[in-house]
């Protein structure tokens, strides 16, 4: 997380005139990002933490490329696609958040014009540009009259390139739990967290495959098997998501979910359609009069 690139993104950002939308998605990115504006989480993430559809998102940073605050660039594990990994323009960042900063205060603006001056907004040069920075909006919190207590003579150290990697793997852990809450509450069982209930969740969400699609294969074992008293037994996180058999799963899960979520009954997949219309053919002939609906 980059405490440095979400004080930009809130100083710059929204008196930039961008949408709120957007503002929160630039936000959501600055914290999954390192201080070189690095990141890459999935849309359905931000989507999720920010209380939009994924439509919206992906709309959103679509636009926020093409005005060059960000730029993506897809990325493959094996044959699947995985999350975009996102660069913000972080010269284009510290640029507008100088900028507003010296609107504010006229006794900053030269210090803000000199050092927004080095930077070219159209380069994504992060790292040169962090180098010699005299204002850290994170530690001003966007208010001109708190005064930085950082030496602008003083270069800050380097960060390292692998600085958002802790954040990735939060991610994978936060998902795999919330996978195994939905196994629990799907078929009443008490799989506690820990290693061996999260290994092949995490191991799975770590290969590229996203939490909707384990929650998919968790729904449709559980429609198949549930009823089963022999094979409701497999239905636990070391069966389901096993690196052999998930893709299996996954792939006859997806099937069940275009043909409208089926329910099992006497071993068959019958549509829901099919199941309600059924009750058509009741003989309501056999009904005591004062009973009938």
Not at 69 to 91: E, F, H, I, M
Not at 174 to 199: F, I, M, P, W
Not at 219 to 246: C, H, I, N, V
Request: with cysteine; glycine share 6%.
């Amino acid at each position: 997380m980059s405490t440095k690139l979400t004080g930009y993104v809130w100083d710059a950002c929204a008196a930039s005139g961008m949408k709120l939308s957007s503002v929160a998605i630039m936000a959501r990115l600055a914290d999954f990002s390192n201080d070189e504006g690095i990141s890459w989480p999935s849309i359905g993430t931000i989507a999720r933490q920010i209380g939009a559809g994924e439509s919206t998102v992906r709309t959103a940073i679509a636009q926020l490329e093409k005005d060059n605050w960000l730029s993506r660039k897809q990325r493959r594990q094996g044959n699947r696609n995985a999350s975009n990994v996102y660069q913000l323009n972080v010269a284009k960042l510290q640029a507008a958040a100088f900028s507003h900063l010296s609107d504010s205060d006229p006794s900053n603006s030269d210090a803000s014009k000199s050092d927004a001056s080095k930077s070219d907004p159209s380069k994504f040069e992060a790292s040169k540009n962090s180098a010699g920075v005299s204002f850290d909006p994170s530690e001003s919190g966007g208010d001109p009259s708190v005064k930085s207590t950082t030496d602008p003579q003083v270069k800050p150290k380097p960060s390292c390139q692998v600085a958002g990697q802790p954040d990735r793997e939060v991610l994978i852990t936060d998902q795999a739990k919330q996978v195994l809450t939905h196994l629990n509450q799907k078929t009443g069982s008490r799989y506690q967290v820990c290693k061996s209930s999260l290994e092949n969740i995490r191991a799975r969400l770590g290969e590229g495959f996203t939490r909707e699609e384990l929650v998919l294969v968790v729904d449709y074992s559980t429609a198949k098997w549930g009823e089963d008293l022999k094979m409701a037994e497999y239905l636990r996180p070391s069966t389901l998501f096993q690196p052999s058999k998930f893709p299996a799963y996954l792939q006859s899960a997806t099937k069940w979910e275009s043909a409208g979520r089926p329910v099992r009954e006497n071993g068959q997949w019958v549509s829901t359609m099919v199941a309600r219309s059924s009750y058509d053919n009741v003989d309501y002939s056999q009904i005591p009069e004062g009973f009938r609906g």
